[in-house]
């Protein structure tokens, strides 16, 4: 299995098995992909957990200033910040016992990559949750 094989199967296995999804960066501005990759994964049935220090509600739900304000179990941590920011809010991922954690397309974080994997967390950089679904979706896996 090459790498690319190897991401697509642990990206299948995220949205297979993981349906409640911390937002970090969530936007409340449609046509920002920080506000529509959550709107459509909420319309596929998965629970969107909105974190944004500067919104009350996101997307109908209560968003939150910090993961670490978040006091529902979360499977899956998906970053819509900067890569400099990725390694702060892999270690509230890890503290707040997420699952996995998805940097969104663009980001890279060697660091938070180090440190999610050291601490057991499923680790995606640069791919889009969105466009993962729509593929597997199309491909008839999900």
Wanted: glycine share 6%; proline share 4%; hydrophobic share 40%.
């Amino acid at each position: 299995m090459n790498d690319e094989e190897e991401k697509d199967q642990i990206m299948l296995s995220i949205l297979k098995n993981f349906h409640v999804i911390a937002v970090v960066g969530c936007s409340r501005e449609e046509g920002k992909p920080s506000h529509d990759v959550p709107a459509y994964l909420q319309s596929v049935g998965y629970r969107i957990i909105p974190v944004n220090p500067y919104a009350d509600t996101i997307l109908g739900e209560k968003a939150y200033k910090s993961l670490l304000d978040i006091k529902e179990p979360v499977d899956v941590v998906d970053v819509f910040r900067p890569a400099k920011e990725a390694l702060q809010i892999a270690i509230q991922a890890v503290e707040i016992k997420a699952k996995a954690l998805w940097l969104q397309e663009g980001i890279f974080s060697s660091e938070a990559e180090a440190y999610a994997k050291e601490h057991g967390l499923i680790f995606i950089q640069n791919r889009c949750m969105m466009k993962a679904h729509y593929k597997f979706v199309g491909e008839g896996k999900l």
